[in-house]
């Protein structure tokens, strides 16, 4: 036990450690808040992102918080990840590889009363990094050109918590309530001649979201689970600096001025899932999403939002969950998923598309899993200005069972 609590604590820090450098490498981090993270827990990663109908029995559920209802009445989680990105990006033009390290979560869960449970979790909700050097732009009106040289790096991160209650046997319902806070530093250089202006803007984002979810179980084999966002609003504020340097002088336009920006706005979004047991050893799990990022009303510099829709179909196979033989309780995973996007660029959706294999190594006689993921997925496309990433990632989960609850018989 204590070789396990200080497996814990090193996993924690090194999890801490890494969350100020979780950044995102892709090129659609210019859009809204940047791109969007996938912190799923437990096998969850494995099993393409699907699980709005499993209970957490076995682990901490983050797409469903009625699953916090089936928690067992001495259990206690804990569940921390990490990942590895390795993309190609491709345009028409030129290609390019990036490698990229991640944090993904870490997260606690344990139960209030035999019929409902408690989560809290920490994880990074966007990463708006990217880097553009020496872009040569056109004067309207003019033969001559100016050029372009920007960087961005920051995000939002997301604190959840999530309470789950066991209305009756075959029924449970939860809420979440997520805390968004962040921010965003952009800093451009705009060259013309032999004059350079440098605009240095940091964007602060807060806001709070809900979300509501039902978990039905049919019968022993069968669950359906359902989730609702509501719409919610990230306030919004930035402090500016402009200064243009020449060959005589430097000016300070303006020095660390405070000011509004556009606030930012989540949409309504609803999920659908569906698990399905056979044998008691195989289990088959189904999600559909919906984003209505069209009723936000906002407007994007470089794009439009669309309606997003989000396709995952996950299976796990176990020889024996109880067995005194440790290869007949390792965990076997298969996925895909398919998201249609939530921005049109050149008329175009940024969508994805991702396979993901994944096995569950047993950690002693308990549910604790260290969970090993590998994903291959498409994003984007090639043409009207585009670019495609193809990307293989790597990700390690630890996913941890404590019984912290029972009394001590012996001394």
């Not at 066991?166 to 013309?192: H, P």
């Not at 919004?236 to 930012?264: C, F, G, P």
């Not at 404590?402 to 001590?408: D, H, L, S």
Request: glycine letters at 8%; proline letters at 2%.
């Amino acid at each position: 036990m204590k070789n396990k609590i200080w497996f814990i604590l090193f996993f924690a820090v090194q999890s801490f450690c890494v969350f100020s450098q979780s950044v995102s490498t892709s090129p659609y981090s210019v859009y809204g808040l940047g791109s969007l993270y996938e912190s799923d827990f437990g096998s969850i990663p494995s099993i393409g992102s699907s699980g709005i109908a499993l209970p957490s029995t076995s682990f901490i559920n983050n797409k469903n918080p009625a699953s916090l209802g089936h928690i067992g009445k001495y259990s206690f989680f804990f569940d921390t990840g990490l990942k590895g990105i390795q993309t190609n990006y491709n345009s028409q033009s030129a290609s390019e590889k990036r490698n990229n390290f991640q944090f993904s979560h870490i997260a606690v869960a344990f139960p209030i009363t035999s019929k409902s449970g408690v989560s809290a979790s920490l994880k990074p909700y966007s990463s708006a990094t990217y880097l553009i050097s020496n872009y040569k732009i056109p004067i309207s009106n003019s033969n001559e050109f100016y050029y372009l040289d920007a960087a961005s790096y920051g995000g939002l991160n997301s604190f959840d918590l999530s309470y789950g209650y066991k209305v009756q046997k075959r029924i449970s319902l939860g809420l979440t309530t997520s805390f968004y806070f962040g921010n965003i530093n952009d800093v451009k250089d705009f060259t013309i001649a032999n004059s350079i202006t440098n605009i240095n803007k940091k964007s602060f984002y807060n806001g709070i979201r809900f979300t509501l979810g039902n978990q039905i179980k049919i019968d022993s084999t069968f669950n359906i689970g359902l989730t609702v966002k509501t719409p919610t609003k990230l306030a919004a504020s930035k402090t500016q600096s402009v200064t243009t340097v020449n060959l005589t002088e430097t000016q300070y336009v303006e020095t660390a001025v405070d000011s509004d920006v556009t606030d930012y706005y989540l949409p309504l979004e609803f999920g659908v899932g569906f698990s399905k047991a056979f044998k008691k050893n195989i289990s088959l799990t189904f999600d559909y999403e919906k984003s209505l990022w069209n009723g936000t009303n906002q407007t994007n510099l470089y794009g439009e939002f669309k309606n997003q829709d989000k396709f995952a179909l996950g299976l796990s196979y176990v020889k024996k969950e109880r067995s005194i033989y440790f290869s007949d309780r390792i965990h076997y995973f298969s996925g895909i998923n398919y998201d249609t996007g939530f921005l049109s660029i050149n008329n175009r959706n940024i969508n994805n598309l991702a396979f993901s294999l994944g096995v569950g190594i047993p950690i002693d006689n308990t549910k604790s899993l260290l969970n090993i993921t590998y994903s291959y997925g498409q994003k984007g496309s090639i043409g009207n200005d585009l670019i495609k990433e193809n990307y293989h990632k790597i990700g390690i989960n630890l996913s941890l069972e404590g019984i912290w609850f029972v009394k001590r018989k012996y001394d």
